[in-house]
């Protein structure tokens, strides 16, 4: 852990132990409910064996068999009625939770919309009511309920942000809907929990969870990118617009065949993985597929100056 913690631009590491959210919360106390009646089952069970085991061993010099017992309705009450409370216990919390996770929060007034595509390997995020998609860095504003709706453009993948919320399916053809909230400002790591192919490893995703006026201000930024043209990087945005712009977008209202650019200097990571500086982005470029095993980005083929021309035009873009 120690190691890990330096890497500040990947946030912290996710743990479903250190909830951040109030749907991780109640999940934890789900699991803490049953971890709970699990262990005290065990402990007793096994005090009790072990307390058979040794006080009613042969002894030396004993050969007549014991007293043999044969039903006993005392014992017989308890042993079905402790595991009856026990069951109820765990069950009406757990009905209670899971009708409760199973909220709709699309229509409400106060929640914010976010709809979910995953990809081999990464992940778009689309914001309906502001008509802005882009990839790999979900923000969201602090305290604020988000409602999520998840499909596939291939195969299935699954969201989770440990800290936030549980694992859902993202199905091809088949929405799933979840909700979350950040009770906290920060940024929140996911991951996509379902193999999906040879980068499924690598199929990381951000949580960023700002201030309301934080948020306002990224969408703001999203929808006004305001672009300095710079003179020197004329060449770079040339060959990104005959090269680059088939899949990538770089308007956040356009959707696209790869993740969608917008503001892409402002990401912390390339490939949503790597520090996004120009020794990465150079080498994704040239060669996706031994960054990303699998990757549908084709090498397109350019040479290195021209690489070198589209690192600097991309880092332009924030
Ligand atoms: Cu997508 Cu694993």
Redesign the pocket.
């Known amino acids: 852990m120690l190691l890990l913690a330096g890497c500040g631009i990947t946030g912290t590491e996710p743990n479903p132990l250190e909830p951040k959210g109030s749907v991780a919360e109640d999940q934890l106390f789900l699991i803490k409910l049953s971890l709970g009646i699990m262990i005290g089952v065990l402990v007793i069970v096994f005090a009790l064996f072990f307390y058979v085991l040794i006080r009613y061993r042969k002894r030396r010099g004993q050969d007549d068999i014991p007293k043999q017992v044969e039903g006993n309705h005392i014992l017989e009450i308890v042993w079905t009625v402790v595991p009856l409370l026990l069951l109820l216990v765990l069950a009406v919390p757990t009905v209670y939770y899971t009708f409760k996770f199973a909220e709709d929060y699309r229509e409400h007034q106060d929640a914010l919309q976010v709809n979910v595509t995953?990809h081999?390997?990464w992940w778009e995020f689309e914001y309906p009511d502001y008509g802005i998609i882009t990839a790999q860095e979900l923000y969201i504003p602090v305290n604020k309920t988000v409602s999520v709706d998840l499909i596939s453009a291939d195969v299935i993948?699954?969201f989770w942000v440990p800290a936030l919320a549980g694992k859902m399916d993202t199905l091809v053809g088949m929405n799933n809907h979840m909700y979350f909230d950040a009770k906290e400002e920060g940024v929140y790591k996911g991951k996509?929990?379902?193999?999906?192919?040879a980068s499924?490893a690598l199929?990381d995703f951000k949580v960023i969870a700002v201030s309301q006026e934080e948020f306002e201000a990224w969408v703001d930024k999203m929808q006004n990118p305001g672009y300095a043209i710079a003179e020197d990087t004329s060449q770079g945005q040339e060959l990104f617009k005959n090269k680059c712009m088939a899949c990538h977008a770089i308007d956040a209202g356009t959707p696209g065949l790869g993740p969608n650019l917008t503001n892409y200097a402002d990401r912390a990571l390339v490939a949503g993985f790597r520090p996004n500086d120009s020794e990465w982005l150079h080498r994704w470029i040239d060669k996706p597929d031994e960054m990303k095993p699998g990757t549908t980005m084709p090498e397109v083929p350019l040479s290195e100056d021209e690489i070198t021309e589209i690192v600097n035009y991309l880092q332009t873009l924030k």
């Open positions: 995953a081999q390997y993948h699954s996509c929990a379902e193999l999906c192919g499924h199929m």
